[in-house]
């Protein structure tokens, strides 16, 4: 932690993502806080459940008219637009099934859309989207929970995953391997494991992140956890 001013967080809800995003590029505009997650409120500002933080002014902003349920995940594209995914049915006002995408000055949904909730949104190299969640598809193709976007459909990924599992994807080839069955809400800690929730208990196992794949018995670490996901 470095010394400086506090900012005014959000109120009446949690935040479930976070991520920096530069809204012009190489232009004169900063880098940007975006937050998001069940609040209503930013600061002082009206949000619903996603807003921007500008740390050179102090200052927190809306996203138009933001998302109508809970934001689970956020990422920002090569192109600048930043992607929101959780479990919404609307963002800016406009129909997008749990997944959409916003340019700066506007929300549009990334078609087609998805069955259920997104948990999750990576960026790969090559310009596509990962998206993983509790979907089974959309209404022209089957996706188990995980798909790539390539900019103007979803693709399965491999054969997806039928149950809670943790899964490793490869940016460069969009290939999946479960890692770990029986879990939810996986994260890898600096300390060489990998940690996950498996009902109310927060689990650990050794992991070896060169190899990705789990190397030694799984340990309880914490009984009595609750995950929020509505």
């Known amino acids: 932690w470095l010394p400086g001013d ?45 807003a921007s933080y500008d740390p050179s002014t102090g200052t927190w902003a809306a996203l138009g008219a933001g998302c109508d349920g809970q934001v689970s995940a956020l990422v920002a594209l090569s192109n600048g637009d930043l992607v929101a ?6 963002a800016g ?72 599992a943790i899964a490793v994807v490869s940016l460069k080839t969009g290939k999946s391997r479960i890692v770990q069955r029986g879990g939810t809400w996986g994260r890898y800690s600096p300390s060489g494991h990998l940690l996950f929730m498996r009902g109310s208990r927060l689990l650990a196992a050794p992991f070896d992140l060169r190899r990705l794949e789990v190397t030694g018995e799984v340990t309880t670490v914490l009984d009595g956890v609750a995950a929020e996901v509505s």
């Open 93 to 164: 006002g406009g129909a997008a099934s749990h997944v959409a995408r916003w340019n700066g000055s506007a929300w549009s949904a990334i078609e087609p859309t998805l069955d259920g909730p997104v948990r999750a949104l990576v960026s790969t190299p090559t310009g596509d989207l990962l998206v993983g969640g509790n979907f089974t598809g959309n209404s022209s193709t089957p996706l188990s929970h995980v798909a790539r976007w390539t900019g103007n459909r979803l693709l399965p990924v491999g054969d997806g995953f039928d149950e809670a």
């Open 6 to 50: 506090g900012a005014p967080g959000v109120l009446a809800g949690s935040v479930f993502a976070a991520t920096s995003w530069d809204p012009d590029g190489v232009g004169p505009q900063g880098t940007l806080l975006v937050v998001a997650g069940s609040f209503p409120w930013a600061g002082t500002t009206a949000a619903n459940r996603i």
């Open 85 to 90: 995914g959780g479990d919404f049915t609307t």
